[in-house]
């Protein structure tokens, strides 16, 4: 009688994490496979919809209608059906693993957290302003080029100590 109640509990533990990682699971899956097809497909990156000086401008800021492609970011899901399904089971294991095994996830938060936060507020703005610049070759002054490579260098440096406390602290306790 013993023997089956750790069983029952366990299959009970999975459904619930089942149904509480597709969430994750979808944001996650649809970022890296955009990710994926960008790097074997260039299918958001060969036809910029807007140019810099356009937006520096404040003109044109939607869509052009002379652009052909992808209208709602969803071009990964032409990609080859293989590599689709196999990123998404693998990613899919992957999740349920790690939901199993970690017993405190505060760790994978907080490196999640500084990751993502100083890319999204620094990194990630400042590079993508200088990819622009480059690719476009915009009429920018030299100070805002390299105030958008400060900023870059200084959400590197946020991430790191981010990274560092949020390890030395979860190490320490």
Known sequence: MDGWIPIVVD?????????HIPIVLFVGKEALLIIIDEIMRKSYSVKPRVTVDDAYN???SVMRPEDTG????KAY???NPILFYSV???????????ACLLSDITLVFGIIGSIA?????FIGPSQFYII?????KANVSPLQYYIAHIYHIFGLIVMIACLFATIYTTVKD
């Not at 998404?88 to 790690?98: D, E, F, H």
């Open 132 to 136: 622009s610049v480059r690719n476009e």
């Open 11 to 19: 299959i009970v533990f999975l459904i619930i994490i089942m149904m």
């Open 58 to 60: 404040l003109r044109d």
């Open 117 to 121: 936060g100083s890319y999204l507020i």
């Open 70 to 73: 992808d209208s709602e970011g």
């Open 88 to 98: 998404s089971v693998i990613l899919y294991c992957l999740i349920v693993t790690a």
């Open 77 to 79: 899901l032409s990609m």
